[in-house]
């Protein structure tokens, strides 16, 4: 329930929610359900109850009222027992909460019948109390329901992982052991179709892997060998074999949850906001039924309508919609953010995330793809442009090379074939070469070109040089072919997120060490309203701290491997493309993928959970200021009277409103996701 809402705080909010959710659900609807049964007799024997009906009590026989004192004191004991229980715990803890309002209401009305029963002019409410109870419980058990809804993404993240694995023995025999079992180095098979049972490396194999339900990446993600694999993910077509290197409290899974659970466990200054209210409105409750009863004392109605308004006052006014109305929301937006691979480590910093004035982003490896990729090839001899890509693609295919690799992507994205080369040579520090098709081929650099004495004419050569694109020359038997220039990829995705940030009103920074004529370039390819170039690691905080003198909110944003000063200085530390590795300290949120839309996603989410809470505090207060004079009965001139129960329904029903509306947040989560 949300009694790990709050673990470490016994503050207002869960000395309140203490005494009803060390029961769970399951007591509350056992009690109801035995409530319920035992009002019904109630109901049949209660004269009160049909005299306002206008008839004469169904079931009617000597001792009768005994046997309604016995059946009521059932329900106010078993049925009232978590309210009663509730009520000295908060006494105790000096916190007056929602259980002293409840239990002090159904304590008063129960006594108040009694002593009737036993001699006292006027007339019982047993029937009020009894319907009242079961109210009361039939709404703390539907509220129960949803705030466990509000966990649940966390438990769908923990029954991701299987049981049990397929443990490889040193003589090749395979061994099905409990998922507890494996240490890191045992090797295990995973099937096709089959859950990946904890964090590991491919030793053999290769398949794809959909890891949706920890990381949000709907495609699935091809991996071979010596790559890492996630527990929890399932795997595709292959059959794959790996090392285990992770286990229990170490993996992937195990730390999202733990950082959930911290999440939601960390104070917000919402919900002191909330407390204090609830507690204030505890305290009024139990002033205005006192003066309820006292002013209908004073204006000379008799003591049972006296105490009927009191009990509906106190019942009313309950601050329970109060309590829920933040840890909901923060449970839900946690758990259900964790889900689409977006980790919240401090609340407090994800809910300053809403008024964000700038968003500065490191360049390498956040908004490129920190690789290189060929941008054009300037054909300079006989060949054409594809031609050309075609020969570098064969040379450059067996290097390792960042260029090489530049080139042959280039040459398979456009779904070219190659032949192959033979007798390839790496020329230090100078390019390549090797034979393709009988012919000598060669892709060096700039230098290698002067000193062979080649002369290179093309007016775009010099643009290019001026962009700070890398440049290198295409050789065939010593003639110049083709000038191919590289850059760094731009993610497709980082354009359709500065837009989407800067419609949301925030100014967007790019931070970089590369050169000015580099940076200028990413900045007017994507729109960026500034960026600082030539900006080296131990800077970067420096630079953000810049920003922030001029009064703006900054979110810096970096994959986290050398900005881990900037991120701590900004206002809000986002680290992206952490894949896997969760534990980055620095960081006030982690996004998993890399795609820098996820930066919009979670400002997002962090403006439509404020706007939850701020909605469900002012349901909360609002409908006690409207509810709480009329159940003290001041339209009782124009005949407008709200009984207990009629007040327990409107009660529950507030909080149950508070519960769906923190659940609505699911969608606005779906939403945003896929506008950004």
């Known amino acids: 329930m949300h009694a790990h809402v709050h673990p470490q705080h016994h503050h207002h909010h869960a000395a309140a929610h203490?005494?009803?959710?060390?029961?769970?659900?399951?007591?509350?609807?056992?009690?109801?359900?035995?409530?319920?049964?035992?009002?019904?007799?109630?109901?049949?024997?209660?004269?009160?109850?049909?005299?306002?009906?206008?008839?004469?009590?169904?079931?009617?026989?000597?001792?009768?009222?005994?046997?309604?004192?016995?059946?009521?004191?059932?329900?106010?004991?078993?049925?009232?027992?978590?309210?009663?229980?509730?009520?000295?715990?908060?006494?105790?803890g000096r916190l007056p909460g929602m259980m002293t309002l409840i239990g002090v209401a159904i304590t008063t009305a129960w006594l108040y019948s009694t002593a009737v029963v036993f001699g006292l002019p006027g007339m019982d409410f047993y029937w009020e109390l009894a319907t009242l109870i079961d109210i009361m419980l039939l709404g703390h058990w539907i509220e129960m329901r949803a705030v466990m809804g509000a966990s649940s993404a966390l438990e769908a993240l923990v029954r991701l992982l299987p049981v049990e694995a397929h443990r490889l023995r040193d003589d090749g025999q395979m061994e099905e052991v409990p998922r507890g079992a494996l240490r890191p180095g045992d090797r295990v098979l995973?099937?096709?179709?089959?859950?990946?049972?904890?964090?590991?490396?491919?030793?053999?194999?290769?398949?794809?892997?959909?890891?949706?339900?920890?990381?949000?990446?709907?495609?699935?993600?091809?991996?071979?060998?010596?790559?890492?694999?996630?527990?929890?993910?399932?795997?595709?077509?292959?059959?794959?074999?790996?090392?285990?290197?992770?286990t229990g409290g170490e993996t992937y899974l195990a730390q999202v949850m733990d950082m959930v659970r911290r999440a939601q466990a960390?104070?917000?200054?919402?919900?002191?906001?909330?407390?204090?209210?609830?507690?204030?409105?505890?305290?009024?409750?139990?002033?205005?039924?006192?003066?309820?009863?006292?002013?209908?004392?004073?204006?000379?109605?008799?003591?049972?309508?006296?105490?009927?308004?009191?009990?509906?006052?106190?019942?009313?006014?309950?601050?329970?919609?109060?309590?829920?109305?933040?840890?909901?929301?923060?449970?839900?937006?946690?758990?259900?953010?964790?889900?689409?691979?977006?980790?919240?480590?401090?609340?407090?910093?994800?809910?300053?995330?809403?008024?964000?004035?700038?968003?500065?982003?490191?360049?390498?490896?956040?908004?490129?793809?920190?690789?290189?990729?060929?941008?054009?090839?300037?054909?300079?001899?006989?060949?054409?442009?594809?031609?050309?890509?075609?020969?570098?693609?064969?040379?450059?295919?067996?290097?390792?090379?960042?260029?090489?690799?530049?080139?042959?992507?280039?040459?398979?994205?456009?779904?070219?074939?190659?032949?192959?080369?033979?007798?390839?040579?790496?020329?230090?520090?100078?390019?390549?070469?090797?034979?393709?098709?009988?012919?000598?081929?060669?892709?060096?650099?700039?230098?290698?070109?002067?000193?062979?004495?080649?002369?290179?004419?093309?007016?775009?050569?010099?643009?290019?040089a001026g962009q700070g694109r890398t440049v290198v020359f295409l050789l065939i038997d010593g003639r110049l072919l083709a000038a191919i220039a590289l850059a760094d990829v731009v993610h497709p995705e980082s354009r359709e997120a500065v837009a989407a940030l800067k419609r949301m009103g925030i100014r967007c920074m790019m931070l970089t060490g590369d050169s000015r004529t580099v940076a200028e370039e990413v900045a007017d390819e994507l729109g960026l309203d500034e960026f600082f170039a030539e900006v080296?690691?131990?800077?970067?905080?420096?630079?953000?701290?810049?920003?922030?003198?001029?009064?703006?909110?900054?979110?810096?944003?970096?994959?986290?491997?050398?900005?881990?000063?900037?991120?701590?200085?900004?206002?809000?530390?986002?680290?992206?493309?952490?894949?896997?590795?969760?534990?980055?300290?620095?960081?006030?949120?982690?996004?998993?993928?890399?795609?820098?839309?996820d930066v919009v996603a979670i400002l997002g989410l962090a403006r439509a959970t404020y706007a939850k809470m701020a909605q469900n505090l002012l349901w909360a207060t609002g409908y006690n200021v409207v509810a709480m004079p009329l159940a003290a009965g001041v339209a009782a001139a124009w005949g407008l009277l709200l009984s207990p129960a009629v007040g327990a329904v409107l009660m529950s029903l507030s909080t149950v409103i508070v519960a769906i509306n923190a659940r609505l947040l699911g969608r606005r989560v779906a939403v945003l996701r896929r506008v950004a």
Request: aromatic share 6%.
């Open 266 to 464: 960390s104070r917000s200054r919402s919900q002191d906001l909330a407390n204090r209210a609830a507690l204030w409105l505890t305290i009024i409750a139990l002033a205005g039924g006192t003066l309820t009863l006292l002013v209908w004392v004073v204006l000379g109605r008799d003591l049972a309508f006296a105490i009927e308004r009191a009990v509906t006052v106190m019942v009313i006014t309950c601050p329970h919609a109060l309590g829920l109305a933040v840890p909901l929301v923060v449970a839900m937006s946690t758990s259900l953010a964790a889900s689409q691979g977006l980790l919240i480590r401090d609340r407090a910093a994800f809910e300053r995330a809403r008024n964000l004035g700038a968003v500065v982003f490191d360049k390498t490896g956040t908004l490129t793809e920190g690789r290189f990729g060929v941008s054009e090839v300037v054909p300079l001899g006989d060949l054409d442009e594809a031609s050309c890509l075609r020969l570098a693609a064969a040379l450059e295919s067996p290097s390792e090379h960042p260029i090489a690799r530049g080139i042959t992507r280039a040459a398979k994205d456009r779904g070219m074939e190659w032949p192959q080369a033979t007798g390839f040579r790496n020329l230090t520090g100078q390019g390549a070469e090797a034979v393709v098709e009988g012919h000598k081929v060669a892709v060096v650099g700039a230098g290698y070109v002067r000193e062979a004495g080649i002369e290179v004419r093309h007016p775009r050569l010099a643009e290019l």
């Open 536 to 597: 080296l690691p131990g800077q970067k905080a420096a630079k953000i701290r810049e920003v922030q003198a001029r009064g703006l909110r900054v979110a810096m944003v970096g994959d986290g491997v050398n900005d881990a000063p900037a991120l701590a200085q900004a206002d809000l530390g986002i680290a992206v493309g952490a894949g896997a590795d969760v534990a980055i300290e620095s960081a006030d949120i982690v996004l998993v993928r890399n795609d820098p839309r």
């Open 190 to 246: 995973v099937r096709p179709g089959e859950r990946v049972p904890t964090d590991g490396v491919i030793v053999s194999g290769r398949s794809s892997l959909d890891e949706s339900m920890l990381t949000g990446e709907s495609r699935p993600v091809e991996r071979g060998e010596g790559e890492a694999v996630i527990g929890g993910s399932v795997n595709g077509e292959g059959a794959l074999t790996l090392e285990i290197r992770k």
């Open 18 to 92: 203490a005494g009803h959710h060390a029961h769970g659900v399951e007591d509350f609807q056992r009690r109801f359900w035995v409530s319920l049964a035992l009002t019904l007799p109630i109901l049949a024997l209660s004269g009160p109850f049909w005299h306002l009906l206008g008839r004469p009590p169904l079931l009617a026989f000597a001792g009768d009222h005994l046997a309604l004192f016995a059946l009521a004191s059932i329900v106010y004991l078993y049925g009232g027992w978590p309210f009663l229980k509730g009520l000295v715990g908060e006494i105790a």
